[in-house]
């Protein structure tokens, strides 16, 4: 998957933020670190640095949403992570993104810590974050 298709599909999903360009996703492609899984319909980038392994992103296309797609993108890049020596994976989500929470708890993630008032939100006040983990197997 090319930069360009995941900046395309980044801003179709995000409707709440920024969407990312398509010169900071060809920057994180480009890092030995980092590495995506997923196509043009769901995508997710990964960074791995020592044991730990952080979800930096993961969308899927509105017109492809309750497919399982993401679910099977988390499976995927779990397992890639876990062969390139992640003991441990966390990511951080909106409070108020209740899919995407749910979404984390059925792949196994649990509540690890908050930031408070980390999303701002352009009609409201700001937002905390929720850090989720998990151990890799
Ligand atoms: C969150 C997101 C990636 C989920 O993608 P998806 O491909 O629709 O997710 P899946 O179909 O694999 O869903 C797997 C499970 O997650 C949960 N889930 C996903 N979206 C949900 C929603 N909108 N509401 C409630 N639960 C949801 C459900 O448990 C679902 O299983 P089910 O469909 O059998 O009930 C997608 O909604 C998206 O791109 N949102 C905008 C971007 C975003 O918020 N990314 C995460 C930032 S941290």
Known sequence: ?????????HAAAFTQSRPWSAAEFAALLDSP????TGDARAFALV?????????????????????????SCMADWMQQAASRGAAYAFLEVAADNIGARALYERCGFATSGQRRGYYARPDGPAVDAIIMSRALP
């Open 47 to 71: 960074r791995v640095i020592a044991d730990e392994a952080e979800l930096l992103t993961i969308a899927t296309h509105p017109e492809h949403q309750r497919q399982g797609l993401a679910r």
């Open 1 to 9: 998957m090319t930069a360009d298709q995941m900046a395309a599909l």
């Open 33 to 36: 670190h980092c590495f995506a």
